[in-house]
């Protein structure tokens, strides 16, 4: 088990950036990547980005791209978000999230990760 906390949370106005951190501890040894979702009122767990233990490879979902970045510090246990040119419609509780093993349904599905934290919340607004 994985056990992940997210912090950075907040308010802030539209064209703002904010960073989110997520402390990993327990068994991150046998974790492959550590990802980033939200979930926004009325709406289905939305994948944000994924960043690699191991050679830090990243993925980003499509609203997000250009504006986010993932990154790491290992010797920390820590992934970061970066998030800039924020919108109203980034406006979300923000999930940490831990692949321990390779899943067949890809990286930007939630059942393929094994932990998660209990979320951030995100609110720009207009």
């Known amino acids: 088990q994985v056990q992940l906390v997210e912090s950075g949370g907040g308010l802030v106005q539209a064209g703002g950036s904010l960073r989110l951190s997520c402390a990993a501890s327990?068994?991150?040894?046998?974790?492959?990547?550590m990802a980033w979702f939200r979930q926004a009122p009325g709406k289905e767990r939305e994948f944000v980005a994924r960043?690699?233990?191991?050679?830090?490879?990243?993925i980003y979902g499509d609203s997000v791209k250009g504006r986010f970045t993932i990154s790491r510090d290992s010797a920390k246990n820590t992934v970061y978000l970066q998030m800039n040119s924020l919108k109203p419609e980034d406006t979300a509780i923000y999930y940490c999230?831990?692949?321990?093993?390779?899943?067949?349904?890809?990286?930007?599905?939630?059942?393929?990760?094994?932990?998660w934290g209990q979320g951030t919340q995100v609110t720009v607004s207009a």
């Open positions: 960043i690699t233990w191991r050679g830090g490879f990243t």
């Open positions: 999230a831990a692949q321990q093993s390779p899943s067949p349904k890809g990286p930007s599905e939630p059942t393929s990760y094994d932990s």
């Open positions: 327990g068994r991150t040894f046998s974790s492959l990547a």
